[in-house]
């Protein structure tokens, strides 16, 4: 089983719609969560952090489910520069060994 | 305030040969971190560096080496390429174990 599993879609959804990635991870004692986010050819960058009681950012609302161990990632109303690839992100036992998963393509239409 | 720069952006090398990838953190950061990006795969952790000591090392052959220096920079060092080094290697930085890296654009690096 990968440390971490995402869908790798793509999702592709029309402009405003909501879409919601999921995320497993398989190291229960893992500490913090991040999700990044990468467009084409380019390097990944931090969207948020994900923390236990959940936080939103704008249209971005990320949870954390311990006991289930996914995180998830809600996008409101998308918007064509929303259309990236989606990186979930696991800090087990705060090593500094970041892992990644394989990320979640999302293509937004007009 | 400069980015995570990295160098060089292209390299092209051989089977056998070595090949040297250099990063500059964010000013204020210590911690440097190198991963492998090869085509229509995730991102795969390579080596954690921070205070000038190896952290934390990947799942990779002890061919991947490198070193972080007193300025906090850092190089990457893959000895006798093999075809299947050829990757994006994305160094990123950030403060001692927060987890949110900023990133570089990535040295690609193709061995024929």
């Known amino acids: 089983r990968k440390e971490v599993e995402q869908d790798p879609g793509p999702f592709n959804v029309p402009e405003g719609a909501t879409v919601a990635f999921n995320c497993t991870y398989s190291n229960s004692a893992s500490q913090s969560f991040f999700w990044y986010r990468q467009d084409c050819r380019k390097e990944p960058k931090l969207l948020m952090s994900v923390y236990s009681s959940g936080n939103e950012d704008g249209r971005f609302t990320a949870q954390l489910n311990r006991a289930s161990q996914y995180i998830s990632l809600l996008i409101r109303d998308s918007k064509l520069s929303d259309s990236a690839t989606y990186l979930c992100?696991?800090?087990?036992?705060?090593?500094?060994?970041?892992?990644f998963g394989q990320g979640t393509t999302l293509q937004v239409k007009p | 305030e400069a980015g995570v720069t990295q160098s060089p952006t292209h390299l092209i090398k051989t089977r056998g040969q070595q090949a040297t990838l250099r990063c500059s953190p964010i000013?204020?950061?210590?911690?440097v971190y190198w991963y492998q990006q090869a085509l229509g795969l995730g991102l795969q952790f390579l080596l954690w560096?921070?205070?000038?000591?190896?952290?934390n090392r990947g799942n990779f052959p002890p061919r991947f080496s490198g070193r972080q220096f007193p300025n906090y920079s850092s190089e990457l060092n893959v000895n006798a390429l093999e075809l299947e080094d050829s990757a994006l290697y994305l160094c990123a930085s950030s403060r001692y174990g927060t987890g949110e890296l900023f990133f570089g654009e990535g040295s690609r690096l193709t061995v024929l």
């Open positions: 992100v696991v800090n087990p036992s705060n090593t500094g060994k970041l892992i």
């Open positions: 560096y921070d205070e000038g000591e190896e952290r």
């Open positions: 000013s204020g950061h210590t911690s």
